[in-house]
Nanobody, 120 residues
Framework: VQLVESGGGLVQPGESLRLSCAAS????????MGWFRQAPGKEREAVAV???????NYADSVRGRFTVSLDNSASTLYLQMNSLKPEDTAMYYC???????????????WGQGTQVTVSS
């Protein structure tokens, strides 16, 4: 299984970014995927998780600003991030697994990460 993220970058507060995660080699018909982030000196945290049944869950800090979507036919996960804040600055990781939880340890497959920096 390979997960490849793209779409990170440097933006100013209030701007938007769209992250993509292309998955390959995943043979399960039903599965979960999620976006996690980790800032320097902090624990990795779940930003948004979803699954092939359409369930979605967001961290309180991003609810209403971020939207997660899964294109099952293309095995691609997206994260639309609007109204970005400096506190959103982190390395963002895509993850895939079988169960839908917010716990990083429940996801077996991880991408290399893409950096998002929000700064004026």
């Amino acid at each position: 299984v390979q997960l490849v993220e793209s779409g990170g970058g440097l933006v100013q507060p209030g701007e938007s970014l769209r992250l993509s995660c292309a998955a390959s080699g995943f043979t399960y018909k039903t599965y979960s995927m999620g976006w996690f982030r980790q800032a320097p000196g902090k624990e990795r945290e779940a930003v948004a998780v979803t699954n092939t049944q359409g369930y979605k869950n967001y961290a309180d800090s991003v609810r209403g600003r971020f939207t997660v979507s899964l294109d099952n036919s293309a095995s691609t996960l997206y994260l639309q991030m609007n109204s970005l804040k400096p506190e959103d600055t982190a390395m963002y990781y895509c993850a895939a697994g079988i169960v839908t939880t917010r716990l990083p340890e429940d996801y077996a497959y991880w991408g290399q990460g893409t950096q998002v920096t929000v700064s004026s």
